[in-house]
């Protein structure tokens, strides 16, 4: 099975039966492109692989050592990236967005220096400090970013003007990087070109990509790799970086688990340090396990299922979010889940909670786990899909699950580091890829379609001269109904397995299976039902529920679900709140109605629940703090919310107000 990258080109989202996936993929293509587009340019970044001095470049690092302007080789990739994606798949032409892309991918090609060599900070301002702080400068991420560029755009244009300069760039790296007593035993302190070495070996078939993105994956946390000591503390040793300087993210010197490389990765027994460099780590491992047989793969594959563990069952927050601490924007001590940074923390990064998708994806790919799915389901639909307003034009980079007066609830219009934005465009353009995955194998003449995520959306799998054809037309996330539609198989033996969530407390398909046995979370429909049952339907209720954390996290909170979605309290519906929801507290066992918001509000017709008379708000005697008698908080019944209204987390803040909103709410008892 291929990436999602290149699969999603099989997938289309007929405008007859528009959803949830469609609308958002309009929005970005009719209003999110070309306002990215606008800011880049009016930011410099568009400009400056020209290699010209840009005023910016003289500021003082928000972050002390990483300059401001690091990662705008990024921020053009990847918005170049999800341009091309969106360019293969809707109809008409868009003159100024191919105009732009074929402008960057001619400055990019002109920015490369004769051995290769391709990055603007270290050509522009420190051209003679290329590779020596690998820990901090994201060298080798904006490398991996501008070859998942390439990689589009020669999907797209059907010709090697960005892949060229950029296989010339991997060849520089290849020779400067590995094992070789001439070479640096160093690797990347943010974690990507590893993933996108792998889908450039899966394009190229040249070994010399995947042995580079096996070196870097395999040395990581090598205690010593170079001359008998931690890389890091060589190259650091190396540039004068003195014995208390730290870096401001990092806890202390030495502390390597921000990057994940305070161990090599399968001696690594929790989840640890920044959220999205783990996440992209963690997906090339998956990658490499699936791909190549020279790496320890029963080592590997046990290390993925225990870092996965620890993140799902204790670091992951109830939106699929991940990462509490803000210093190190990643993971805290196992159940350290804060719902906001008054509270103790919450992160809760966008382009984590994409990570987590990018991981969940390549794991189903080694084993067909619905635990997977569902956590991927849960992240698209909640921490991603929270990261872009309803038009399009302002995001989130931190997703705290309660609003402070120092953090509202309000999304921005860029950010100085605009990972985020850029990321959501270029998962949206090729979110196709992540609905369903297939095989078809020629000779046997046979597919077998996993599907993993409903919408509304035809999958064509083309096999010899025939086509395979698998439509499904649902109003998901809001209607649980799936009509299935299988097409071209009178030739072809077609075997699909349906995805049945872990929170669903039941389901029927019609007509009848002989067997209902589900597997790993899938329900198998074998080819000879389909074959006399080429139409059907999947029932899967979405019933509203109360949901909340594991207790050893001392949050005795409740939250609402309804099917994938994770639901929050704003001031919009809730005029009277002043203390961003703290002192509210909801009864657990109250009855919860379901009521059609319109699209007008926030930009997708939605389903809102409201509970009646099951709030009161928590009143405390401080008098005698610290100590509390057992009789000092008393619970009053509230006073003008007879009425809780509840919006899903991800359509938060599209509507104005005061910024005040709160996913888990206090238990009453």
């Known amino acids: 099975m291929s990436y999602p990258q290149i699969t999603f080109i099989h997938t289309t989202f007929p405008s007859s039966s528009p959803s949830f996936i469609s609308r958002r993929r309009e929005v970005v293509y009719a209003n999110t492109l070309l306002y990215q587009l606008n800011v880049l340019k009016e930011t410099g970044r568009y400009d400056a692989f020209k290699l010209k001095w840009h005023g910016s470049y003289s500021d003082k690092p928000n972050v002390w050592p990483v300059p401001n302007h690091l990662f705008w080789d990024s921020d053009v990739a990847k918005w170049l990236e999800g341009a091309c994606y969106f360019l293969m798949t809707e109809e008409g032409d868009n003159e100024e967005i191919d105009g732009a892309v074929k402008e960057l991918v001619q400055m990019i090609s002109g920015a490369q220096g004769e051995d290769g060599y391709l990055n603007i900070h270290f050509t522009v301002v420190e051209p003679a400090k290329r590779f020596t702080n690998l820990r901090d400068l994201h060298e080798l991420y904006n490398a991996g970013h501008l070859i998942e560029a390439a990689l589009a755009h020669s999907r797209h244009y059907k010709n090697d003007l960005l892949m060229e300069p950029l296989v010339k760039y991997v060849d520089l790296l290849y020779e400067t990087f590995g094992p070789g007593p001439a070479q640096k035993h160093g690797y990347p302190g943010h974690p990507e070109i590893e993933l996108a070495l792998l889908r450039l070996y899966e394009k190229t078939g040249n070994p010399k990509h995947l042995s580079l993105a096996r070196y870097f994956i395999t040395e990581r946390g090598n205690p010593t790799g170079q001359y008998g000591r931690h890389y890091y503390d060589v190259e650091a040793e190396a540039r004068g970086e003195g014995e208390h300087q730290v870096p401001a993210y990092m806890e202390s010197k030495g502390a390597y688990w921000y990057h994940q490389a305070h161990k090599p990765i399968i001696e690594q027994e929790t989840i640890e340090g920044h959220s999205v460099r783990a996440m992209y780590l963690l997906t090339a491992v998956a990658d490499l396990v699936r791909v190549e047989s020279k790496t320890d793969r029963d080592s590997y594959r046990k290390a993925l299922q225990r870092l996965w563990s620890n993140m799902v069952d204790k670091k992951m927050y109830l939106t699929g979010g991940i990462g509490a601490i803000g210093q190190w924007e990643g993971f805290g001590l196992d159940y350290f889940l804060p719902s906001g940074s008054d509270e103790g923390g919450c992160y809760a990064e966008t382009c984590a909670a994409i990570g987590v998708m990018m991981l969940a994806e390549r794991l189903l790919q080694i084993d067909l786990d619905g635990k997977f799915a569902d956590i991927m389901e849960l992240c698209f639909y909640n921490a991603v899909m929270t990261g872009m307003s309803a038009k399009g034009t302002q995001f989130t980079y931190v997703n705290q699950l309660a609003s402070s007066d120092k953090h509202l609830s309000q999304r921005a219009k860029w950010f100085t580091c605009a990972c985020c934005p850029p990321n959501v ?71 699909i397995k349906l995805r049945i969530p872990g929170w669903a407390e039941g389901w029927e398909i019609s007509p009848s299976l002989p067997s209902k046995h589900v597997e790993k979370g899938y329900l198998t429909l074998p080819a000879d039902w389909l074959k006399h049952n080429p139409k059907f339907e999947l029932n899967i209720p979405l019933k509203p529920r109360f949901v909340s954390p594991h207790p050893y996290t001392n949050q005795d909170i409740v939250a609402l679900a309804r099917g994938p979605l994770i639901y929050c309290v704003e001031d919009f519906d809730n005029s009277w709140v002043d203390d961003h929801f703290k002192t509210l507290l909801l009864d657990p066992t109250a009855a919860i109605e379901e009521k059609e918001g319109a699209a007008d509000e926030v930009g997708e017709p939605y389903i809102g629940l409201t509970v009646r008379n099951a709030a009161s708000f928590i009143d405390v005697d401080t008098s005698h703090a610290p100590h509390m008698s057992l009789k000092s908080a008393t619970q009053e019944k509230a006073s003008g919310a007879d009425e809780l209204h509840f919006i899903p987390y991800a359509l938060r803040d599209n509507r104005g107000g005061k910024g005040h909103m709160r996913v888990g709410i206090r238990r009453k008892r």
């Open 425 to 495: 465009t270029r998962l949206l353009g090729y979110i196709g890829g992540y609905l369903w995955s297939f095989d078809a194998d020629e000779q046997k003449k046979s597919v077998h379609v996993k599907v993993h995520m409903y919408s509304s959306a035809q999958l064509s799998i083309p096999i010899g001269k025939d086509t395979v054809e698998l439509e499904q037309k649902s109003n998901w996330p809001w209607n649980g109904k799936i009509e299935l539609t299988l097409r071209g198989t009178s030739e072809v033996a077609t075997t």
